[in-house]
């Protein structure tokens, strides 16, 4: 099995910033996609920002220039930075990653997700 283990959510005032981060931890041979999805109220979770095999970066058109996917593969970390935050930013930020365990096999993993409030 594997664990996401988020961190780093929290209230933030509007044009302000935030870094969240993700460890992956367990019965790891690679990662073949780890990032960030967000829920917000009343709405259906999407994408924000996720690495994809061979080291490329995809992002929600809503945090391009604002907000910044990076990893380091020695710890199975992922990291968002987020600046300019707007209230439209608040929602529940899930870490998510597509693990290949030993013996081939995927499996799609979620975190807990962090809450991240963009309020002044």
């Known amino acids: 099995q594997v664990q996401l283990v988020e961190s780093g959510g929290g209230l933030v005032q509007p044009g302000g910033s935030l870094r969240l981060s993700c460890a992956a931890s367990g019965s790891i041979f690679s990662i073949n996609v780890m990032g960030w999805y967000r829920q917000a109220p009343g709405k259906e979770r999407g994408l924000v920002a996720t690495f994809t095999t061979g080291g490329s970066t995809n992002y929600a058109d809503s945090v391009k220039g604002r907000f910044t996917i990076s990893r380091d593969n020695a710890k199975n970390t992922v990291y968002l930075q987020m600046n300019s935050l707007r209230p439209e930013d608040t929602a529940v930020y899930y870490c998510?990653?597509?693990?290949?365990?030993?013996?081939?096999?995927?499996?799609?993993?979620w975190g807990q997700g962090t809450q991240v409030t963009v309020s002044s």
């Open positions: 998510y990653s597509n693990i290949i365990h030993f013996g081939g096999w995927r499996r799609d993993y």
